[in-house]
């Protein structure tokens, strides 16, 4: 009978003392071998790893959960991984098993797993020995060194758990790196690709796993780089142009998570924010990227704020402007601002105001000032909602996006002509070529504001017929009756209570019927007139401003008659 048997490094004794010494512990082991496949690793989980219980804090078999099941085969197959999860799905647990799984049966397998924080790290180790303990000891490999950094088998055989950095991915060459809460991991995105060459040559294996901290920083644009906006970027094997292998996994892949279960996390969960359950227990991975922390407007999210409307002609159009630097965006926002309760509502066609007004936070280390990255759209909106003070219904439709547009070599003109072929304008007949008029399907602007410091951008513009001016100052009385600028910094932050205020008022706006806020003022008029007969009642001031909002509407169409 020919049974795979346990690899043994030369002149080295796998187990504590005598490896497999019966026939049944040979079957064992081969049954158990990576050559079963995926069967091998559960039937290792099940049989020989044991993990402590929660609640009893007793030593019990690991039974891998439907989620942790679904990637075995790839986990085995040694393919990069890109896991987004909700909170304890113990992937974290598999994958300390299955590195103890490949170190068995490896002549060499060196392993570098990689923190966030040096308390994380040792954890890790920590979990590693419990299941080590816990093995059969003819299962157990020899351990040379056990210390709070490193768990070494041998000379060639270890895990180094250390904290995120470049140089701390330079400093070991592995046959597999893995990032435990990448979102969180400082320069992830460098220590990364210091890692990629020696796994890439070695034919190695890169794990990231993490939840999500919100749509900014280097795990969400590798995210963004694997998997596009809907997974448009992957191919029928889940792969993206990244070469990882992407999973999303759902909170309910545990036994005994249940709507039920959710929903009283939910409640738990919303006295800190409304947009932390969607991180911690995400639907979909659209969902979990809706939350950060600190955000700077938390009532933003996907299901208030993100919709299509006609566009009513008794509202004004404006477009903002937020110039492009040497590494940073130039953007140009369509606002269409509808008089009647305050909204704020963003176009599908929009990703990247989406995207930055998920991601807009506050700085840790700079208390009431937004962290300086990722903001243009922000920026934008609020230097619209300042110099004219919107306070109705503020509705972004459309946007120009472009990056490094300064160090890609910035042509002025071109962006002019971009702007009005967008808003349906073209050039006059040949004898007025350098005129440019709004075409049959061309929209009329109250105005366009651009960030007041570009002085001779904003002189450009007026003189190719795109009447701009720079955002307002906000001013403040002196003791002389003289008027002076405040500080940048207040600005800033009084520009963000006036757009919160109109974000605010989204939780109540129906953004899923494809209506006009016209169609729904007239809507709403008309069923409280019918329930006034019916029985008498007392409405909020949402909406008597519905109501009053629809009678100067019918008045209007009235003189039109």
Sequence with gaps: MNIPRIIRPKGRRVGAARGPQSEDQEIEAGLCHPRQGSAGFVRFCYQHIKVEDAETKQAVPFVLFPGQRRIVEDLVAG??????????????????????YRII???????????????YAEEFLVKLKYMYDRL?????????????????????????????????????????????????????????AAAQPALEASKGQIGVLTTSAGPTGDFYTLWQETYGDHGERLDDDGVGPTGFKLCFLHWSERPGRDRAWYEEQKARLD?????????????????????AAGRVYPLFTRDTCIGDISIPSTAYRYRAIDWGETKSAYVVLWIAHIPGPPGFLVSPKCPNTIREFLGYRWDEDRPGEPVKREDHCPDAVRYAVIHWSLTGLVYVYREIYRTDSLAKGWNP???IEEIHKASGWVLAEPELRDIWRPSRRGELYYGTVADRSWGKAIALMNANDIPCQGNRPIERR??????????????????????????????DIEKRIKVSREGAALRVYYESRV????????????????????????????RRV
């Design 79 to 100: 393919r990069w991984l890109l896991q987004l999860k909700g909170r304890q799905l113990g992937f974290t647990t598999q994958w300390a098993a299955y590195i103890l």
């Design 105 to 119: 049966y490896a002549r060499s397998f060196r392993v570098a797993v990689i923190f966030q924080e040096r308390a």
């Design 136 to 192: 059969p000891t003819w299962f157990q490999p020899e351990v040379t060194r056990d210390n709070t950094k490193m768990l070494e088998f041998g000379s060639t055989r270890y895990v180094r758990a250390m904290v995120g950095s470049d140089k701390a991915a330079r400093s070991t060459t592995g046959d597999l790196v893995l990032y435990d809460e990448a979102s969180r991991i400082p320069r992830f995105a460098a220590s990364l």
């Design 271 to 291: 006295r800190i924010g409304s947009t932390v359950v969607k991180q911690e227990y995400p639907d979909t991975p659209e969902e979990a990227f809706e939350y």
């Design 413 to 415: 003109m071109l962006e």
């Design 478 to 507: 002196l003791r002389k009756g003289t008027t002076g600028t405040d500080n940048p910094l207040s600005e800033v932050q009084e520009g963000i209570r006036m757009v919160s205020a109109v974000i605010d008022g989204s939780i």
């Design 531 to 558: 329930q006034r007969r019916l029985v008498p009642h007392t409405v909020g001031l949402p909406e008597r401003q519905l109501q009053q909002m629809a009678r100067d509407l019918l008045k209007r169409r009235r």
